[in-house]
């Protein structure tokens, strides 16, 4: 596994990267953010998404990815964000047996990110209004979970992880 890894840039790392230790960093309208690599089932184009009734904002509908309906999540919108989104991937996640695809503008690429740096970064939910993270507490749960232990980037570390001329 470590021979698979070695070009993976990593940061704040002395050691060869891990699964434990990727995240998939990926454009929510202005902002950047990382996934635990170890959480995402795939990345792929948008697909068609059917909207639900008496969702909050940030649950945009279902689609069906791989014969699975799967609830799709506006990462902007649930950050707060209220641009118009333009995603370009949609990064779905594993919630157990379930998953949710959430829809980003886009999928920068793989990192690995040492504890250290970990420790430094901000959550990703640390601008969601306390009303959004209670509606998607009471919604899942488990998604909340997930997001609660994904972390904004700021852009200071662009270069470092080597995102600066990464597409955006």
């Not at 002395?14 to 995402?40: E, G, M, T």
């Not at 990462?75 to 641009?83: N, P, Q």
């Not at 507490?137 to 852009?155: F, I, M, N, R």
Request: hydrophobic share 50%; with cysteine; net charge neutral.
């Amino acid at each position: 596994m470590a021979s698979q890894l070695s070009h993976v840039p990593t940061v704040g790392v002395s050691d060869r990267p891990s699964k434990s230790n990727l995240a998939i960093v990926c454009r929510v309208r202005d902002r950047h953010c990382a996934l635990f690599a170890s959480q995402v089932i795939e990345t792929l184009r948008p697909l068609p998404t059917a909207p639900l009734a008496a969702m909050p904002p940030f649950v945009k509908g279902l689609a069906v990815i791989r014969g699975t309906p799967t609830p799709v999540v506006d990462a902007g919108a649930l950050l707060g964000d209220t641009a118009e989104a333009r995603p370009t991937r949609f990064v779905v996640i594993r919630l157990g047996e379930r998953q949710v695809a959430l829809a980003v503008e886009a999928v920068l690429g793989v990192r690995a990110l040492s504890s250290a740096l970990l420790t430094d970064l901000p959550p990703l939910l640390r601008h969601a209004s306390e009303d959004t993270v209670s509606k998607l507490g009471t919604l899942d749960a488990e998604l909340l979970v997930v997001l609660d232990g994904a972390y904004l980037v700021p852009s200071s570390l662009w270069d470092q992880l080597g995102l600066a001329s990464a597409p955006a």
